[in-house]
């Protein structure tokens, strides 16, 4: 089983990744960590509890960064909507928040569990996990791995160069990809072309049927139209939950090893992830110390099995509706 702390920004791809990674039985979620990035972070708490509430997921939530390290925030309201969760209807959360912040529930929570078996799935900017690092440094060598969503290696959909998790916070994405520590890269190469809420996917949902079910097609009739309008995608796209998706089973993905750098002076390529890939025969183009050499000890997801996948995230559905007794 694998343990995680899912570390997000809701958003309505999030509460997918928080649906799957709390219904399927390969994943034992430790927690949920918040912060700003489709909307502020009091925004985007309130949706982490509101699902939690809603489908009955008893773990500790607790709320993270308000902000990047450095610049201005940077949110996502054209497609997420004013409440960062625009479309479904949720009731009021329940119950509290962790009493931590966001940082220190990571921290605590690495440094309890023994070795390399604890992994961080930041789906959202990556501002919690990278004061995590500065404030406590030991979790490196602790963290068993860490898989983000965010990133791209021939596109963006904020700016021409940037993915918007890096894009809005590129000094954090920075630290986490120079960290010592075993990181996968899902990005939109792969999440925007195939992990799609085709119709036949919408179609076995709706089969479900319940409150759930209504949910999650609540989600992606909002997000057809901020898609389809904004960024010409032809169905909605379900990034967040690859993340979790790879962990339940590693072979849903293919990978290639790489280098990965952000990007961070650029004038039009700010938050721009540039992949060396190693198939490329080691090409060395960053230049200066050793320390800047070509180290190709990341992973970029290449191609998804999109029927797995949506086996997947029906399977959750029903666990889900019939488990939680969700009419």
């Not at 070795?115 to 030991?138: C, D, F, M, Q, W």
Request: charged letters at 20%.
């Amino acid at each position: 089983m694998e343990k995680i702390i899912l570390d997000c920004d809701p958003g309505h791809d999030d509460a997918i990744a928080i649906l799957l990674a709390a219904a399927n039985p390969a994943i034992d979620l430790l927690g949920i960590t918040t912060v700003s990035g489709n909307h502020n972070v009091d925004k985007t708490t309130r949706n982490a509890l509101a699902v939690c509430t809603a489908y009955g997921i008893n773990v500790p939530v607790a709320k993270g960064a308000r902000g990047p390290l450095i610049g201005e925030q940077i949110l996502a309201v054209e497609i997420h909507g004013e409440t960062g969760l625009d479309g479904p209807v949720l009731p009021p959360a329940s119950f509290e928040l962790d009493s931590r912040h966001a940082v220190d529930f990571i921290i605590d929570t690495v440094m309890t569990h023994e070795p390399k078996t604890v992994s961080l799935v930041p789906v959202g900017p990556y501002t919690n996990i990278a004061l995590a690092i500065r404030k406590e440094p030991r979790i490196i060598e602790r963290v068993k791995r860490v898989i983000v969503m965010g990133g791209a290696y021939t596109r963006g959909n904020i700016t021409p160069a940037a993915e918007f998790n890096i894009y809005a916070d590129p000094e954090a994405a920075d630290v986490v990809f120079r960290a010592d520590w075993d990181v996968t890269m899902i990005g939109l190469d792969l999440t925007q072309t195939q992990a799609l809420a085709t119709p036949d996917l919408q179609d076995r949902v709706r089969a479900i049927g319940g409150s759930i079910s209504t949910f999650i097609l609540d989600i992606w009739e909002f997000i057809a139209t901020t898609h389809g309008g904004l960024l010409q995608i032809k169905y909605p796209a379900i990034h967040d939950a690859c993340c979790v998706a790879a962990l339940i089973d590693p072979t849903i993905i293919t990978s290639e090893k790489a280098d990965i750098r952000v990007e961070l002076a650029g004038r039009w390529s700010r938050g721009m992830t540039v992949c060396n890939f190693e198939k490329m025969g080691g090409m060395r183009h960053y230049a200066g110390t050793a320390a800047e050499q070509v180290d190709f000890r990341h992973t970029v997801a290449m191609t998804l099995d999109h029927p797995k996948f949506c086996d997947m995230i029906v399977e959750a559905i029903e666990w889900l509706s019939r488990t939680k007794n969700l009419n």
